[in-house]
């Protein structure tokens, strides 16, 4: 009997699915790289240079490289990658940022894998994994910009490979947390959703991404 009773702890104390780092991020890259759009509230937190800010809206992707973040906390700011040049935009600025995607040096730019070919064992050198409930959490650093983060850090649910946070640990000290809920997948999207388009009297500029 307590042979028998010990058997059935080890069968509802281990999960169904596969809990390999390999398997998971498996998982991970199959659900996404079946997507073709996809739409979820964010909260964006960033602590460093002597700010700590909260903001949040929602996001929106589509394949391949196009996304928008529409803040709602500040409202009306902006930031939308169409796929060639990234925009960036705060209400009240006389200017709006444009600078190619190619160029593109934001924390934001770990997410872009999500928009083509998903692998996240080939994305991400020194990857490592932990899990914590129906979660599972890598850790890595994004390749070519081992000289900018210390850590990257995504979040999933193991189970179904969906993503709901994410990380990133910069060698100044400085961190910026994504978390997402609300996530709808293969939402129809339309063109005009990826094209800047500036308010009256505001200047497109070339430069830089603001902090």
Avoid: C
Avoid at 146 to 158: G, L, N, P, Q, Y
């Amino acid at each position: 009997m307590v042979r028998r009773f010990a058997g059935l702890v080890l069968l509802f104390a281990v999960p169904a699915f596969s809990q390999t780092l390999h398997d998971v991020a498996k998982r991970v890259n199959d659900h996404y790289n079946r997507l073709g759009s996809l739409e979820a509230k964010y909260t964006e937190r960033y602590t460093g240079m002597g700010m700590n800010r909260t903001e949040s809206g929602t996001l929106l992707l589509r394949k391949p490289g196009k996304m928008r973040w529409s803040y709602a906390a500040p409202e009306g700011k902006l930031f939308v990658l169409d796929g060639k040049n990234a925009y960036f935009y705060t209400p009240g600025d006389a200017q709006a940022q444009k600078i190619p995607a190619k160029q593109l040096d934001d924390m934001r730019s770990p997410l872009r894998f999500l928009l083509g070919h998903t692998n996240l064992e080939k994305e991400l050198d020194h990857l490592s994994m932990t899990t914590s409930g129906d979660r599972a959490i890598f850790t890595g650093v994004p390749k070519g910009m081992e000289d900018r983060v210390k850590a990257f850090t995504v979040t999933v649910i193991a189970e179904t490979g969906a993503i709901v946070g994410l990380k990133i640990e910069e060698l100044d000290g400085s961190i910026t947390e994504f978390s997402f809920s609300s996530l709808k997948e293969n939402v129809p999207t339309r063109d005009a959703d990826f094209i800047f388009t500036p308010p009256a009297g505001v200047e497109v500029v070339s430069g830089l991404p603001p902090v």
